[in-house]
């Protein structure tokens, strides 16, 4: 049974950081690509970063520069740096291995 169990959500003010943690089970992390997605309410999901299994990276413009994704296949472990947060960055963070396993999702709230 593959899960994905994200962490590290929470209220932070404007400016602040959050780390967030995406734990794989069921699955071998270096077989996958992985990433981490966010929906806002009234909003469509989107991808904010994504690893490749080589480990090439890509971002979303709209966090570039200030989120960064990485992994530690040894602990099955996603992970999402998040930087300079903004009121906009409020959403829903889920992490997904490949398309197919999602997680369940962690709040992430930025006051101004």
């Known amino acids: 049974q593959v899960q994905l169990v994200e962490s590290g959500g929470g209220l932070v003010q404007a400016g602040g950081s959050l780390r967030l943690s995406c734990a794989v089970s069921?699955?071998?992390?270096?077989?996958?690509?992985v990433g981490w997605y966010r929906q806002a309410p009234g909003k469509q999901r989107e991808l904010v970063a994504a690893?490749?299994?080589?480990?090439?990276?890509n971002y979303a413009d709209s966090v570039k520069g200030r989120f960064t994704i990485s992994r530690d296949n040894a602990k099955n472990t996603v992970y999402l740096q998040m930087n300079s947060l903004k009121p906009e960055d409020t959403a829903v963070y889920y992490c997904?291995?490949?398309?197919?396993?999602w997680g369940q999702g962690t709040q992430v709230t930025v006051s101004s």
């Open positions: 997904a291995l490949g398309l197919n396993y």
């Open positions: 690893s490749t299994r080589g480990g090439t990276t």
């Open positions: 069921g699955r071998t992390l270096y077989n996958y690509g």
